[in-house]
C-alpha cells in the first residue's frame, strides 16, 4: 500500500471511529452527518467536502461502521478457536456471550432496533463475511479436537467432514442474528436473544454429538 492509499485508509478510519463514539452516544438514526463532520478532529470539525472525498453518504459510513466493529470481532472469535488448550464447551462458553455482545452493542448503537435487522437482512454479505472468515479456523478446531478425543467421530462427521460441520455450525450462529430480527421492538428483547442462543447450542449438540450446555449471557 502505498502513502496515498495508507493515508486514505487511514482518514477513513478516523471518520469510522468518529462516527462510532457519536453513535454510541445517540444512536445511529438519532445522529445527523453534520454531528459526525463537528466531531471529527478532536471536536474541530472538518469540512463537509472532506466528508464525502472519503464516503458516498451516511449510509455508506453507517455500513462502514458496522463491517469494521463485527471484523474487529472476527479476530477474537478466531483467537478462541486456536487455543489449543481449549474443550469445545469451553470455546463455545468464550465465543458465544462476546459473539452476542456485539451484536447487542449493534443494537444499541442503532437505536432503531428494526433498522438495525433490516440493515442486516439487507446487507447479507456483511454476516456471510463473517461466517467465511471462521470457517478455516473452525474446520481446524473440529480436527484439533476430534485427533484429541475431545469430539466423537459420529457418522455424520465420518460422512460429510469437518468443513462441512464447520459450515452448519457457522450458520448456525449467524442465525442468532437473522432470527433475532424478528424480535426487534420485543419489550423482552434480552431473554429472546438468550432463547436463540439456547436453540443454536442445542443444533450444535446434534451437529457433534456432545451434551453441551448455553453459556450464560449478561446482556446490559
Not at 46 to 69: E, H, I, W
Not at 146 to 158: K, S, V
Request: with cysteine; hydrophobic share 40%; net charge positive.
Amino acid at each position: 500500500m502505498n502513502n496515498r492509499s495508507s493515508l486514505r485508509e487511514q482518514r477513513r478510519s478516523e471518520f469510522v471511529t468518529t462516527a462510532m463514539r457519536v453513535f454510541d452516544r445517540k444512536g445511529a438514526a438519532n445522529t445527523s452527518l453534520r454531528d459526525v463532520i463537528r466531531a471529527m478532529n478532536h471536536g474541530k470539525g472538518v469540512g463537509m467536502s472532506v466528508f464525502y472525498y472519503y464516503f458516498k453518504s451516511k449510509d455508506d459510513l453507517v455500513d462502514a461502521c458496522a463491517r469494521t466493529y463485527l471484523a474487529s470481532y472476527v479476530d477474537h472469535v478466531v483467537d478462541i478457536l486456536q487455543d489449543p488448550d481449549l474443550s469445545v464447551q469451553e470455546a463455545l462458553d468464550d465465543i458465544c456471550p462476546h459473539l452476542i455482545r456485539a451484536i447487542w452493542k449493534m443494537d444499541v448503537i442503532f437505536a432503531d432496533k428494526a433498522n438495525w435487522y433490516n440493515y442486516l437482512s439487507t446487507n447479507s454479505n456483511v454476516m456471510e463475511g463473517f461466517v467465511r472468515q471462521i470457517i478455516d479456523p473452525l474446520t481446524k478446531a473440529l480436527d484439533r479436537w476430534l485427533d484429541q478425543g475431545g469430539l466423537p467421530q459420529t457418522q455424520l462427521i465420518q460422512t460429510a467432514g469437518t468443513r462441512s460441520v464447520a459450515w452448519l455450525m457457522a450458520d448456525g450462529l449467524s442465525s442468532i442474528v437473522s432470527n433475532g430480527r424478528r424480535a426487534a421492538g420485543h419489550p423482552h428483547i434480552r431473554e429472546v436473544v438468550r432463547q436463540r442462543v439456547r436453540e443454536s447450542v442445542a443444533f450444535f449438540s446434534q451437529l457433534l454429538g456432545l451434551p453441551l450446555k448455553a453459556p450464560a449471557i449478561a446482556l446490559s
